[in-house]
C-alpha cells in the first residue's frame, strides 16, 4: 500500500503513548528503527501519569493506576530507566470487630508480629499455618510463570510442566478460587483478604464458572516472581516520564495532540491517518503497534468490534491534613494506612456486594481498599505539605460496575463515594471528612472516578481497567507467537488487551517490539 506524495514512512507508527508504548517505541529506536507515536491528549503516559489534581496543592498524585508489580526488571535494565520502586513493610491491615470490641488483622512487619496477628484474631495458629502454606505455593508459582511473560507463548501444557505442581494448578488454573480458599481457610476476614486479589477490576463471584477471577487472581500473585506490589517512587508518572526519555533519547518521534483515526493495511505496509488541532494528516509504517484497546483497534482498522468491555471499579484520590485515628487503638495509623487498608471485603460481604451488584443495585456495604503512598514515598509531596504531616490516600472500590452509572453517572458516583466513605469510617476514631485537606478554592481535597468516567478521560472500554477480560498466559488457538498479533501481519496489539496484557507491566510493549524485530 503505497503512502501518499509526502506522507513519511516509519519502520513503526505507534497508536497511543500509554506505558506499554512508550516500552515498544524505546525497544524498536534502541534497534535502529524509525519509530513515531502518535498521542491523542497533550501528554503521554496513558493511565501511569501524576498529576495535581487539586487546585493551588503541590502534591503529585498517581491519579488512576497506582501501585507496581508486573513490571519485569529486565525492561528496566534493557531501556536504562531512571526508576525504581519502594518496597512496603505491612502488607496489609483489615479492621474487624470481634465480639464488640474492635480489632483487625496486621499482615507484616516481620513473621513472628504477623503470627501473633493472625492467632490473636483468629484464636489459634490454625490460619497462619493455612496462610504461610497457600502463600508459598502461589509464591512457586510466581517463581516459574513470571519469567514466561517475556518470552513467547508457552503452550498451556508447556506451562503447566512449567508449575511442575499438579495441586497449585488446579487450584489456580482450573477450579474456581474460591474452593482453594475455601478448603485452605475458615476465618471470613481472612477468606476475604485473599479473595480481593482476584477481584480488582474484574467483576466476579469466588465462584464464577468463567474463572475470570481466577486469572485476576494470577496476575496478582505473579509480580516480578514474588506477587509483591511496590509503591512507584516519584509517583507513576517517574515511571512514563522515564520511558518517554528512552524513547527519545533512542530516536523515537513523540508526537502528541495527533489522534489516530484510521489504519489502512494491506499486511505488509500501512498508511495510519490522524488528526490533529491543524487538520489531518498521514504516516506510512511498516508495522503499526496499537497500545489501545481492541474495540479501539477494531474501530480504527475497520474489524468487526469485540464483545463489550465493563469495568467495576471505584478510583478515589484523597489529600489529607493528617492519617485518621483508628478505632482499634492497638494498631498505628502509620502503619495501618501504609500497606492495603481493607473495608467491608469480608468473604461474605464480598459475595453480598458482589450479588446485588449483579442485581442492579448499589451493593450496601461498597467493599475498597486503601493505601498511603506518602508514607513510603513523601516525594510526591511539596516540602511544606510534608512538614506539616499532610498524607494522601488512595482508594479503589470493588463490584460497582458500569452498568450501575447508566441512569446518573454524576448522581450514582455521589451516593456511591458517600457508601464507602462510611464503611471506613466505621472502623475509624474520627470522621475522615475532618482529616481531608482543602484546595486553593476551599474544596475538600477528594476526587472519584467511576467506570464511566474511566471511558471518557482515559478512552478504557467501558471503563475496563485491563481493557477487556484478562487472558491466561499461555498459548490458545488464535493468540499467536507473541500474544500482541492480530488478523493484519503488520499490525499488532501492544496494550493491556493483548495476551499477558493489563496492570502496569511494559510486557504487551516489549512483546509486541519482540515481535517486530524477530525475536
Not at 503447566?160 to 487450584?171: F, G, M, P, Q, S
Not at 485518621?324 to 501504609?338: C, G, I, T, W
Amino acid at each position: 500500500m503505497p503512502a501518499h506524495e509526502g506522507t513519511r514512512t516509519y519502520d513503526a507508527v505507534i497508536v497511543g503513548g500509554g506505558h506499554n508504548g512508550l516500552v515498544a517505541a524505546a525497544y524498536l529506536a534502541r534497534a535502529g528503527r524509525s519509530v513515531l507515536v502518535l498521542e491523542r491528549l497533550d501528554h503521554t503516559g496513558g493511565a501511569a501519569v501524576s498529576t495535581r489534581p487539586f487546585a493551588g496543592v503541590d502534591a503529585r498524585l498517581s491519579r488512576y493506576s497506582y501501585l507496581v508489580s508486573l513490571l519485569p526488571d529486565k525492561i528496566v535494565r534493557d531501556l536504562g530507566l531512571d526508576f525504581r520502586v519502594q518496597g512496603r513493610t505491612i502488607s496489609s491491615y483489615t479492621p474487624a470487630e470481634r465480639g464488640g470490641r474492635a480489632t483487625g488483622l496486621l499482615v507484616g512487619g516481620g513473621e513472628k508480629r504477623t503470627r501473633e496477628a493472625f492467632a490473636a484474631l483468629t484464636g489459634g495458629e490454625r490460619e497462619y499455618a493455612a496462610w504461610q502454606r497457600f502463600y508459598g505455593m502461589t509464591g512457586q508459582v510466581a517463581e516459574r510463570v513470571f519469567p514466561t511473560l517475556t518470552e513467547p507463548l508457552p503452550t498451556r501444557e508447556e506451562l503447566r510442566r512449567r508449575v511442575d505442581d499438579e495441586t497449585a494448578w488446579r487450584a489456580l488454573f482450573e477450579e474456581p478460587i474460591g474452593v482453594a480458599i475455601e478448603a485452605n481457610f475458615s476465618d471470613d476476614l481472612v477468606r476475604g483478604v485473599v479473595l480481593t486479589d482476584a477481584l480488582i477490576g474484574t467483576f466476579a463471584d469466588a465462584h464464577d464458572a468463567s474463572l475470570a477471577q481466577n486469572r485476576c487472581f494470577l496476575y496478582h500473585v505473579i509480580g516480578g516472581g514474588t506477587g509483591a506490589w511496590d509503591v512507584p517512587v516519584g509517583g507513576m508518572g517517574a515511571l512514563t516520564d522515564a520511558l518517554a526519555g528512552a524513547a527519545r533519547a533512542a530516536g523515537a518521534v513523540i508526537a502528541t495532540g495527533h489522534e489516530a483515526v484510521r489504519i489502512d493495511t494491506d499486511g505488509q505496509t500501512a498508511e495510519v491517518t490522524y488528526r490533529t488541532a491543524d487538520g489531518e494528516g498521514t504516516a506510512g509504517a511498516r508495522h503499526v503497534l496499537v497500545n489501545a484497546s481492541p474495540r479501539e483497534l477494531a474501530a480504527l482498522s475497520g474489524d468487526t468490534a469485540p464483545e463489550p468491555a465493563e469495568g467495576a471499579q471505584l478510583k478515589v484520590n484523597m489529600l489529607l491534613k493528617r492519617l485518621p485515628r483508628l478505632r482499634d487503638s492497638a494498631v498505628d495509623p502509620r502503619e495501618a494506612f501504609a500497606g492495603t487498608f481493607h473495608i467491608a471485603e469480608g468473604y461474605g460481604q464480598l459475595a453480598a456486594a458482589h450479588a446485588q451488584a449483579a442485581a442492579g443495585e448499589l451493593p450496601a456495604a461498597p467493599p475498597s481498599e486503601i493505601y498511603c503512598h506518602s508514607l513510603t514515598d513523601p516525594s510526591i509531596l511539596g516540602p511544606d505539605l510534608a512538614a506539616r504531616g499532610y498524607q494522601t490516600l488512595t482508594l479503589f472500590g470493588l463490584h460497582t460496575p458500569a452498568r450501575l452509572f447508566a441512569r446518573d453517572n454524576d448522581a450514582v458516583r455521589d451516593e456511591l463515594l458517600k457508601a464507602t466513605l462510611a464503611q471506613l469510617d466505621a472502623h475509624l476514631a474520627e470522621p475522615l471528612a475532618d482529616c481531608l485537606a482543602t484546595d486553593a478554592d476551599g474544596r475538600p481535597c477528594i476526587e472519584a472516578k467511576t467506570p464511566l468516567d474511566l471511558e471518557r478521560d482515559l478512552g478504557l472500554p467501558g471503563g475496563n481497567i485491563f481493557h477487556r477480560a484478562l487472558s491466561w498466559p499461555y498459548a490458545q488457538e488464535d493468540t499467536g507467537r507473541w500474544g500482541v498479533e492480530t488478523r493484519h501481519a503488520n499490525v499488532l496489539l501492544c496494550g493491556a488487551g493483548a495476551v499477558r496484557g493489563g496492570g502496569v507491566s511494559g510486557v504487551p510493549g516489549h512483546n509486541a517490539a519482540m515481535a517486530v524485530l524477530g525475536e
